[in-house]
T-cell receptor
Framework: KQEVTQIPAALSVPEGENLVLNCSFT??????LQWFRQDPGKGLTSLLLIQSSQREQTSGRLNASLDKSSGRSTLYIAASQPGDSATYLCAVRPGGTSYGKLTFGQGTILTVHP | NAGVTQTPKFQVLKTGQSMTLQCAQD?????MYWYRQDPGMGLRLIYYSASEGTTDKGEVPNGYNVSRLNKREFSLRLESAAPSQTSVYFC??????????FGNGTRLTVT
């Protein structure tokens, strides 16, 4: 059974810092990996989707990398801002005929203070 | 573009009551999903519909039923609500190999 772990569980940083969020998964036979952010009381917003054949994806100040063989992904946030404060979740889609059933990590709660 | 719309946003039920959570997407996605989110448990898949006309069980289907009414709509029904079903329910949709899009959730309390 696929298990997804996110470290750290919570992170508090001053504005302007570059930071890294970690996601690890136990079964490397994945189809893709997706990073989301969730604001309090809201749904999940997709940030980046990395296919299993890709090494990284970038969107603005966000960069996500994938090392499938070691079962790891990182989300790098450059020059963090208070508006980045949210819970960040990663989710993996297994290979095969999984119809996109994702396994989610527990999330990292990020607080960026001014 | 509304994306994924869920109704209602909040609901309080008494044990044994029934209700249906509604979900509609306007992105012409084939696949739709129902998740529940609980503290310490993360997001867990209840049911999904890979395409119009098909539904299948996820990780925690007991106590729930679903209907894929058409390509746009996917409803989740609680026939006899229990306190253990107190949770936040999310509907999501996606097209093949594309990102998963979520609604804003329904916060359900069963007393």
């Amino acid at each position: 059974k696929q298990e997804v772990t996110q470290i750290p569980a919570a992170l508090s940083v001053p504005e302007g810092e570059n930071l890294v969020l970690n996601c690890s998964f136990t079964d490397s036979a994945i189809y893709n990996l997706q990073w989301f952010r969730q604001d309090p009381g809201k749904g999940l917003t997709s940030l980046l989707l990395i296919q299993s054949s890709q090494r990284e994806q970038t969107s603005g100040r966000l960069n996500a990398s994938l090392d499938k063989s070691s079962g790891r992904s990182t989300l790098y946030i450059a020059a963090s801002q208070p508006g980045d404060s949210a819970t960040y979740l990663c989710a993996v889609r297994p290979g095969g005929t999984s119809y996109g059933k994702l396994t989610f990590g527990q999330g990292t709660i990020l607080t960026v203070h001014p | 573009n509304a994306g994924v719309t869920q109704t209602p946003k909040f609901q309080v039920l008494k044990t044994g009551q029934s209700m249906t959570l509604q979900c509609a997407q306007d992105m012409n996605h084939n696949s739709m999903y129902w998740y529940r989110q609980d503290p310490g448990m993360g997001l867990r898949l209840i049911y999904y519909s890979a395409s119009e006309g098909t539904t299948d069980k996820g990780e925690v289907p007991n106590g729930y039923n679903v209907s894929r009414l058409n390509k746009r709509e996917f409803s989740l029904r609680l026939e006899s609500a229990a306190p253990s079903q107190t949770s936040v329910y999310f509907c999501a949709s996606r097209e093949y190999n594309s990102p998963l899009h979520f609604g804003n959730g329904t916060r359900l309390t069963v007393t």
